[in-house]
């Protein structure tokens, strides 16, 4: 099976907005049920009708992204990757970096934890998702892909963790 886009509605970052004026203040109608454990009341289902509170059109809305936001999003999930691997994070380390010997290999790791060095012309994405670090004459390139939770393919949403599992690779820049 190959890349499945998501609905844009699921997308981190997603928000509707009226197809007509553009507003962003959008309802769903829905129903809810009275809670006498809880003295509220509970949504219980939401349905397909939607309402512009700007100009009062009824209908489907319009999605769009917060790019900024989900830019912004990327770049965090990426820093904590690189400082401290999460439970849906790998990291690899290529054969010619393991030659390397396990001294060498920590010191790598932590120049990669530490990088800040990013630019314009490195990180075009401000993704944080590439570096370049030189350690004892040698040099040496980090990248961090993003794929589904079964590394089948690339992932249906970089900016959401829940379907994703960040691969950071550590290689000679001779191996790139």
């Known amino acids: 099976m190959g890349y499945i886009q998501p609905s844009m509605d699921r997308m981190v970052g997603a ?13 769903q109608e829905a129903f809810t049920k009275w809670s006498r454990a809880r003295l509220e009341w509970e949504l219980t289902s939401t349905l397909d009708v939607f309402f512009c509170e700007v100009c009062g059109l009824r209908g489907g809305p319009d999605w769009k992204l917060d790019e900024m936001f989900r830019r912004k999003r990327i770049c965090r999930l990426n820093d904590e990757l690189r400082r401290s691997p999460g439970e849906n994070d790998m990291v690899v380390v290529t054969a010619g970096v393991q030659t ?45 892909d993003y794929f589904d939770r079964r590394l089948k393919t690339h992932s249906p949403d970089a900016a959401n963790p829940d379907v994703t599992c960040r691969v950071l690779t550590i290689m000679l820049a001779s191996e790139y």
């Open 15 to 27: 928000y509707p907005t009226c197809s007509i004026c553009g507003s962003d203040q959008i309802q």
């Open 100 to 144: 390397l010997g396990p001294e060498v290999i920590a010191d790598v790791s932590a120049l990669v934890a530490a990088f800040e060095a990013f630019t314009g012309d490195n990180d075009p994405h401000a993704e944080h998702d590439f570096g370049a670090i030189t350690l004892d004459g040698q040099k040496l390139f980090w990248k961090i």
